[in-house]
């Protein structure tokens, strides 16, 4: 049975444009209490538009995703601000990086794509943990976390519809390939405390990332991302599409 996210309290990185800017509206319209993160919350426009009209209920936070220090103290911020407990944790904030040929790879490019793609929200989860937001909460029966983990079917081995046919974009891929086994071991580890931590992918969504292009707008895929959260269905340990279907490892 679907189970609604409604009244709760929602973190979305990178909240400021596309994917995450779509997810943060839907979140709203839930009646939800949304956390936005931006590395320049200041100069996020979409999302003062919306503290306009939502300005009890969205919460506009400064948060670069690369660097371990600013995840610590931005966790640190959201607990200090009163936050009690995130119910649900989107971990969406990414980048593609430069486009480039297999020749013309720099280890920084690597760098910054593991750094933003995988160890991002890795370190994310790590830091909500240890100022104790995620987890499962005593005081309500249907309080345990959910963490959304944006991937990308590029991050995907064996599939034969996209991955398996496309080339190049190294860096990426394999970035959102250590996502996904972050995701799973996250998954496994976390099962005790209560937390499920699911891979989504979103779709071949227009966006500032793709440069405009895509197979859907970013409204079809955040209808679809919210339909599978809310599904009410086991996600833990999943990678899943915004359609619903089953991604292979
Ligand atoms: N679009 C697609 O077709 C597609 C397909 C598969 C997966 N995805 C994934 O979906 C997610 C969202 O992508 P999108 O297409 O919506 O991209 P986008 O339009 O470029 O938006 C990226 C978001 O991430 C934030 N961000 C970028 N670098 C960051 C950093 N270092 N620290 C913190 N935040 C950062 C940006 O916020 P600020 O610039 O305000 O900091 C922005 O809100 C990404 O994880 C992407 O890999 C997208």
Known sequence: MA???TGKTVVVTGGSRGIGL???KKFLARNN???ATSRKSSEAQHLHALHQQFPERLIMTDLDTTAKASIASWAAHVKSAGVKHVDVLVNNAGLYGRRLQLSEFE????LLNFKANSMGPFFVVQQLLQQELLGSAPDRPDGASLVANISSIMGSNTDPTVSAVTRGGFAY???KAALNAISS???RDLEPQGITVVALHPGYVRTDLTGGNGWIDVE???AGLMAVMESGKPLSGRFLSYNGEEIPW
């Open 107 to 110: 280890e920084e490019d690597f």
């Open 33 to 35: 209490t949304v956390i």
């Open 173 to 175: 891929r394999s970035s």
């Open 22 to 24: 779509g997810l943060v």
């Open 185 to 187: 071991t996250l998954a």
């Open 3 to 5: 189970q609604p996210i």
């Open 220 to 222: 079809e895929s955040t």
